[in-house]
């Protein structure tokens, strides 16, 4: 846990009042988010098998659920919480 903390408060520490962060920084910042969120899709999509059981319907639905409410609402909370919530409404009620 205080290894948890000390990387959160670390950066106000260091870049604290007006000086400006390192452009590594600002560029790690904007890139890594859509980069995790990509490796967790590959991951989260990695044992569907499209030849036997629901054939990956219930995880496809799921996907374009979620870009629909994403490109609607602009909003990736939101997105990703209603397309976990339809997804398990699909594998519990339908498939």
């Not at 948890?4 to 560029?27: C, N």
């Not at 054939?55 to 997105?79: D, N, T, V, Y």
């Amino acid at each position: 846990m205080l290894g948890t903390m000390i990387t959160r408060f670390l950066p106000f520490v260091f870049f604290r009042g007006q000086r400006q962060a390192p452009a590594f920084v600002l560029f790690l910042g904007r890139n890594l988010p859509p980069a995790i969120f990509g490796m967790l899709v590959v991951f989260s999509l990695k044992n569907i098998s499209f030849i036997s059981g629901t054939r990956g319907i219930p995880e496809l639905l799921a996907i374009g659920f979620i870009i629909i409410i994403h490109k609607w609402k602009r909003q990736m909370l939101l997105s990703i919480s209603a397309g976990t919530i339809f997804y398990m409404i699909l594998v519990q009620q339908i498939f």
